[in-house]
């Protein structure tokens, strides 16, 4: 009874703005409280003139919301920008496998030293089943794709052949979603990655050299460190 009429009192005493959420959407996004992947309830607010405990007055929308349904906190839109930790290892794995694929087009495919390496880093990246054939079957139809033999040509010449040019393509539109998600030495695993394997058979051919260049800017690493890298990898070798 007592707690009854105190809260009574309470009620009566509030005068203030609530803000009455709705969810409008629900999804999977990376919770930076929780530090993993949670379910989101995407919310939208309007904000009310509350008298006594009853909403009287509205008072305009509010920004809407992400909630995090397992820690409830609360954040702007701009937190699903942040790929989930299922979506980042995809795009990585993916990324790693587009930079073997063009390494190896741009020649060096007859090498079984180059074939082992780009196989060991695809593998490692996420496709346990990857194999030696797969990946030039890839190549080959790439090649068929835009009418030209992987390589052929292509090592007399600046900048890369049609075949590299659709490969460039594939590679800015794997790589420039990953690059802001990755640490500096993430971005240079990733171009070492491809470094390693242009080297398994000798110097970088200029074809190789090009798309590690393409690499290293889709990742945002600056030209002076993508030769630096490149020039560490071969002395390595
Ligand atoms: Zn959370």
Redesign the pocket.
């Known amino acids: 009874m007592v707690h009854r009429r105190a809260r009574r009192d309470r009620d009566l005493c509030v005068v203030g703005v609530r803000t009455l959420w709705r969810t409008v959407g629900d999804g999977e996004f990376f919770?930076p409280?929780?530090g993993g992947d949670?379910n989101y309830r995407r919310r939208t607010g309007r904000r009310r003139i509350v008298l006594l405990g009853l909403p009287l007055l509205p008072r305009g929308p509010v920004a809407p919301i992400v909630e995090?349904a397992?820690?409830?906190?609360r954040y702007g839109m701009e937190v699903l920008d942040h790929p989930t930790t299922t979506r980042f290892s995809a795009m990585l794995r993916d990324a790693v496998h587009t930079v073997a694929l063009a390494v190896l087009a741009a020649g060096g495919t007859e090498s079984a030293a180059v074939r082992q390496v780009a196989v060991g880093a695809v593998r490692a990246a996420g496709f346990a089943d990857c194999g030696e054939e797969q990946l030039l079957a890839l190549i080959e139809a790439l090649a068929a794709d835009t009418g030209r033999l992987p390589g052929a040509g292509s090592g007399e010449r600046d900048g890369l052949d049609p075949c590299g040019t659709a490969l460039a393509i594939e590679l800015h539109e794997s790589l420039e979603p990953l690059a802001p998600h990755l640490a500096p030495t993430g971005r240079e695993a990733v171009l070492l990655q491809g470094a390693r394997i242009a080297v398994a058979d000798g110097p970088y051919r200029p074809a190789e050299r090009a798309v590690l260049e393409t690499v290293g800017r889709a990742l945002m690493i600056c030209p002076d460190d993508t030769a630096r890298l490149l020039a560490a990898t071969r002395a390595a070798f």
């Open positions: 919770c409280e929780c949670r995090c397992a820690c409830d906190s």
